[in-house]
């Protein structure tokens, strides 16, 4: 006979979803001594956490936000020590490499638009801030000497501060470090709706009620319904995004770059596509072969791969595709976060965020990412 496990129902903080945002920040609040209980819908969720491309990425973001683009580059400060720090409390190695990462370019046409991006987000960032330049097609190959440029490469965008990890390692090093430090992970608990006490808030998944004084919405792409119930309005939508996978080769590329990485075990990944496709997650072929495509003409030898896999996954995306921070102003101690980029912004969310919302020292500059700015 199974004995049932007996589940702990009351914290200091409540997390709704146990994706790379809600373990990163769960994770960090444990760390910082509050006992946290993590509510997920589980694995057969709509989940960006298992399906991205794993890239720690700076260059390009941030255009119109000058806040975004320093909060990206605090994150990536933030990584070496944060990896470090999680390999030594629960034993796994995310593989957080920054070598420096290319966005390729492979008309002038993307080449000239790609420049305006770049120069404009330099002219937003402070002073001399935006490590970001333009390389040509001689300066591009020079830093790829074991992987030949296709004649279609025109040039690339570049930056010492990109890099990658394994983001399955990394969500499963937040679930490991949350546990390690006193927290509740349950998959297979649906948030269904949130009841407001007084006191402290009370969670509703199935037969379970869990409870907490503090609660954080961190749902992806289920957030703007969970938020709307304590008063928030968080806009957010799904954008699909496909991935090819190679058979392995030995390590040849020594950059991620942005639509093609090699990863540690060797196999490229290609990708990822950007579709308006609501919550479908089936592949697409015309997507796939066009992505494969681009690929190859990057990369000649990249024809000569097996594809041995591919996926589809639904990033989580706001109306400016900037993130989003919020408490309740009519539910105190009640937040809620929806963004793109969860694993580049996994290791401030981790260090930063507890201190917002277990002690309200609120980062600086942070209501630039209330969503008070789509109310227009
Ligand atoms: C194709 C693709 C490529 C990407 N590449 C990168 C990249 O290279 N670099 C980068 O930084 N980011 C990348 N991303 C984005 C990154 O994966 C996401 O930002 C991140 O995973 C979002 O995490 P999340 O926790 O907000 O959402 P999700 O991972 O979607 O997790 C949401 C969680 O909430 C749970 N949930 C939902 N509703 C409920 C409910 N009612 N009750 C309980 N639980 C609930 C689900 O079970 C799920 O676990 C990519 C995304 C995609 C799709």
Redesign the pocket.
Known sequence: MSVPIKKEKTADVLV???????SAVAFGMAECGARVIV????DR?????T???????YQGKGRGMRRYQEWTLEAIRAWPGFAENLKELTGIDVFYHKPGGLTFCISEAEYESRRDLIDTIRREAAPDDYDCTMLDRKEVQELLPGMKLGDGVVGASYTRQDGHVNPLALLKALHAGLKKCGGFYYSG???VDIHRHPDRYAAQTGKDVFTAPKLVI?????TGR?AQIVGMNIPVRPEK?E?LVTERIRPCLPLPCNRIRQTTDGSFLI??SQEDAGFDIRTNTRVIKGMAERARTVFPVLGKLKIIRSWA????KTPDKMPVYEGSDSAPESFAIA??????LASVHAIELPKWILNRHEPEGFHHFRSRRFDV
């Open positions: 709704i979803g146990g994706g790379l945002v809600g509510l997920d819908e589980g969720a709509f989940r960006a956490a399906g991205n491309a794993g890239l720690v990425w608990h649906t948030v961190a749902a992806g792409n289920g969970l995004g991935i990708g990822a996954a639904l990033r989580v963004l793109h980029s969860g694993v580049t």
